[in-house]
């Protein structure tokens, strides 16, 4: 329940705020990622993706995710299923899933993420449009 708590804590607040109290921010291609806690079993973060951007087609070895969809909607392909995700609803990547999460409309889509465990070295990279390293990434990668 504490966790729970601690991650919908952040439902409310603007990514400006959400970016100030990261214990790291990391630009990408897409907008950028907000690394807002670490525990022992799991992690909190907050991705902005700019309008009609996205984040490579990829899988984790071992990490499970839960998407919380904070501001806008989200397309969500997990293997070969794709899914609209509306503002406050949810979804989940399971390990060797491959999945991408999608930003089609022309605002900013803001995702919460609950991730256990809390590696965050923990991404295999598959088809990327920016071009990026393919393979076993980090997560500043």
Known sequence: EAIINKFLSYYCLPFTEIQ??????LNKPYGGNCIILLEENYG???????PDQSCSLHYHNIKKEFFLVKEGRL?????????E???????????QTKH????????????????????????VRLLDKYNRK????????
């Not at 100030?20 to 921010?25: N, Q, S, V």
């Not at 909190?44 to 700019?50: E, K, R």
């Open 20 to 25: 100030k109290k990261a214990i790291r921010y």
């Open 44 to 50: 909190i973060s907050c991705a902005q993706f700019l």
């Open 75 to 83: 397309t969500l392909i997990l293997e070969d299923t794709k899914s």
């Open 85 to 95: 995700i509306e503002q406050g609803n949810f979804s989940f990547s399971t390990p």
């Open 100 to 123: 991408s999460l999608i930003n089609n409309s022309k605002k900013n889509l803001e995702i919460l993420e609950l991730f256990s465990p809390p590696f965050l070295n923990d991404k």
């Open 134 to 141: 393919r393979g076993l990434v980090t997560h500043e990668e």
